[in-house]
């Protein structure tokens, strides 16, 4: 054998151990694939039926898992979960969330609608939406964020009864997202071409309105683990919310927190633009006291275009600068 022939037979053996290698990592690959697609659906059954077994039903209805190589597919034809002896439940359409491999710790979640809903202390609802989509950053022990995207939102009561349905509200587009910041729980949020039935709010009439915020709850991962009977004890801090219709806005920031009696304690400030305006969507809302509000506003008009003043409420008792606004039922 030549020293040619021996140098020709080098570049053959290192092609064919690194193929040999690909080979090996892509049976690994494909193994692991298919072993957690198998895990899915064992571990999704095992928590159906542990749930049975405590008098809750839960399904995911033909649960699939799907899109090998590339891609990590969970997909079921509708989500029902309901638990009698707490009156809770909730089903809504198809779900299907994907995890690329490129982004395996990033999976995105479309959801179909309607979500019907029943829980205790309010009606039955039923909401829809175009389009709906979540995103999940995973980490350990908590998700680093959850958001949510929708799109063509709109809310109605679900009666069990022949009667018919009231049509609470609908908005052009929707988002939010949740962070968890030490054992806080931070809060960001936004809507548009929200609209609010009239037959929602007794009769009264809104505008259109637009608005973002962004909020922090105290202690809210204690609070997720273990969902509180109660707001009692609980506090937030309001980092801003602005809500606008036309001209007018208002925006709010500041701390309010529940105390063991229900009653609420906040030292907020309020910044407005166009009282004027703003006084007009109030008097619309609450006839009954469109006297008072337009004097009252008149007054802060006097401050300017865009005045700002103190919202104090303490043990209940509410008012806007120098107006008083009356007290404020305890909450449960």
């Excluded at 039926?49 to 405590?54: C, V």
């Excluded at 063509?152 to 009667?163: F, N």
């Excluded at 007009?280 to 006291?289: D, M």
């Amino acid at each position: 054998m030549t020293s040619s022939d021996e140098r020709s037979r080098k570049p053959r053996r290192r092609l064919f151990w690194l193929a040999a290698f690909i080979l090996v990592l892509f049976a690994l690959y494909s193994g692991g694939w298919f072993y957690l697609a198998g895990k899915v659906k064992t571990e999704a059954e095992r928590a159906v039926a542990e749930l049975g077994s405590k008098g809750i039903k839960a399904d995911c209805a033909n649960l699939t898992v799907s899109g090998y190589p590339l891609d990590f597919t969970v997909a079921c034809d509708s989500l029902a979960y309901q638990d009698d002896a707490r009156n809770v439940a909730a089903s809504t359409g198809d779900m299907n969330v994907v995890a690329r491999i490129t982004q395996p710790l990033s999976p995105v979640a479309n959801l179909r609608g309607p979500l019907r809903t029943v829980a205790p202390g309010m009606p039955p609802l039923w909401l829809d939406w175009d389009k709906l989509h979540a995103t999940v950053k995973l980490s350990w022990p908590l998700p680093r964020r959850i958001s949510l995207q929708a799109e063509g939102l709109s809310g109605q009561t679900d009666p069990a009864d022949d009667t018919d349905p009231v049509q609470l509200f609908s908005a052009g587009q929707a988002a939010g997202q949740l962070q968890p910041n030490g054992q806080d729980l931070v809060y960001t949020g936004s809507f548009g071409d929200l609209k609010i039935d009239a037959e929602a709010v007794g009769g009264r009439v809104l505008p259109e309105l637009d608005g973002a915020g962004e909020a922090t709850v105290k202690n809210g991962v204690a609070l997720i683990k273990a969902p509180p009977k109660s707001l009692r004890g609980q506090s937030v801090e309001i980092a801003s919310l602005d809500v606008s219709s036309g001209t007018a806005r208002v925006t709010v920031s500041g701390p309010i927190s529940i105390d063991a009696d229900g009653l609420i304690d906040a030292n907020l400030s309020i910044k407005l633009k166009d009282p004027k305006a703003v006084a007009a969507i109030l008097a619309g809302a609450i006839p009954e006291h469109k006297s008072e509000i337009e004097q009252g506003f008149a007054g802060i008009a006097m401050l300017g275009n865009q005045p700002s003043m103190p919202l104090k409420i303490v043990k209940g008792k509410a008012s806007l600068g120098f107006i008083p606004l009356g007290k404020i039922k305890p909450v449960d």
